[in-house]
T-cell receptor, first 117, second 114 residues
Framework: DTGVSQDPRHKITKRGQNVTFRCDPI?????LYWYRQTLGQGPEFLTY????????KSRLLSDRFSAERPKGSFSTLEIQRTEQGDSAMYLC???????????????FGPGTRLLVL | AQSVTQLGSHVSVSEGALVLLRCNYS??????LFWYVQYPNQGLQLLLK??????LVKGINGFEAEFKKSETSFHLTKPSAHMSDAAEYFC????????????FGSGTRLSIRP
């Protein structure tokens, strides 16, 4: 078990370009989450999947953002027409489906740091 | 709506001294509570969590936290600070009825003086 991995670790792009990030969760984890963390703040929830179904989206996730988890394994987060305000660390987390507690521990990846120029 | 308030964006203690990081939450029902640690350029690592049962929760690296419902608090403590404890610490809360998002506080940066 190698933990949650994210790719790329860093991305610099120009305003208006599209970017895509990938997250590989811990194998057999049913749930996958995306968060955004800006400098000096805690992570903010964006969206989460249970298997391939996207079950919740934050109002922070504007129509320029789209996330997929087509086969219930890895996930991608795409940002279209990037803006300078999109500059942040994008964190992915995964958790197993636990029968005892509804909220199982979320394991976080190292994040993708995005800089929009 | 749930929320988390961490008192003090920066805490500095001497090596060997007590570490106390404060966290208060707002929730209409008893929530799940977490403390995460983030080292520079790394993801978040779970220190400890409270779900049910004993209100004093022990975590990794000698940290512990106590859930006090009457005070809506979940303060993090460690008896003796080590240089390696320098990091950003986040208190977080989630809704028992929803296995989705975790709401994080804004974080407390812990510095350790030699």
């Amino acid at each position: 078990d190698t933990g949650v991995s994210q790719d790329p670790r860093h991305k610099i792009t120009k305003r208006g370009q599209n970017v895509t990030f990938r997250c590989d969760p811990i194998s057999e984890h049913n749930r996958l989450y995306w968060y955004r963390q800006t400098l000096g703040q805690g992570p903010e929830f964006l969206t989460y999947f249970q298997n391939e179904a996207q079950l919740e989206k934050s109002r922070l996730l504007s129509d320029r953002f789209s996330a997929e988890r087509p086969k219930g394994s890895f996930s991608t987060l795409e940002i279209q027409r990037t803006e300078q305000g999109d500059s942040a660390m994008y964190l992915c987390a995964s958790s197993p489906l636990d029968s005892t507690y509804l909220q199982e521990t979320q394991y976080f990846g190292p994040g993708t740091r995005l800089l929009v120029l | 709506a749930q929320s988390v308030t961490q008192l003090g964006s920066h805490v500095s203690v001497s090596e060997g001294a007590l570490v106390l990081l404060r966290c208060n939450y707002s929730s209409s029902v008893p929530p799940y509570l977490f403390w995460y640690v983030q080292y520079p350029n790394q993801g978040l690592q779970l220190l400890l969590k409270y779900t049910t049962g004993a209100t004093l929760v022990k975590g990794i690296n000698g940290f512990e936290a106590e859930f006090k419902k009457s005070e809506t608090s979940f303060h993090l403590t460690k008896p003796s600070a080590h240089m390696s404890d320098a990091a950003e610490y986040f208190c977080a809360v989630s809704d028992r009825s929803s296995a989705s998002k975790i709401i994080f506080g804004s974080g407390t940066r812990l510095s350790i003086r030699p």
